[in-house]
């Protein structure tokens, strides 16, 4: 990756509805040779989707928690079974296994403290091989889906 290369990326990041050529514009490059580096960054998981940031607030959902999660044993049998349980629940919007205590992070959407009891009862209490959900409540979102800094 070289500094074109990274050129584009910082340029998707800022705006991912950028036509080609306006991105070959942005990089100084013509179309040509930018379509064949951003076909390649996307063939080499650089780049691995694109997609519309949403408001929270404007869709109902800006009720935020971060849920710490202590396994009582994390070990083969109990990670993927927990991982593959966290990916099924739609209101975790991002899910961190962590090296030390706890052993995950999960960051959760939901409409309002009612909506987040009701998950907590119904399914992240009920996770496999979990031995303590704590949360906290997010008060405020000061940064919030940053740029990588290319």
Do not use: C
């Not at 996307?42 to 929270?56: H, K, L, Q, W």
């Not at 009582?72 to 991982?83: K, L």
């Not at 992240?124 to 008060?139: D, E």
């Amino acid at each position: 990756m070289d500094a074109i290369d990274r050129k584009i990326l910082a340029e998707l990041q800022r705006d991912g509805r950028l036509s080609l050529t306006e991105l070959a514009e942005r990089v100084n490059l013509s179309m040509s040779p930018t379509h064949r580096r951003l076909r390649a960054l996307e063939a080499s998981g650089a780049i691995t989707g694109y997609r519309a940031v949403i408001d929270p607030n404007a869709v109902g959902m800006g009720f935020g928690a971060l849920v710490f999660v202590t396994m009582a044993q994390a070990n083969r049998d109990t990670v993927p079974a927990f991982d593959a349980a966290v990916a099924e629940i739609p209101e975790v919007t991002q899910a961190l296994r962590l090296f030390g205590d706890p052993d995950y992070l999960l960051q959760v959407a939901v409409a309002d403290l009612r909506a987040y009891e009701r998950l907590w009862d119904e399914k992240l209490s009920a996770l496999p091989g979990v031995a303590r959900v704590q949360s906290t409540l997010v008060m405020k979102t000061v940064v919030d889906d940053r740029a990588l800094p290319l």
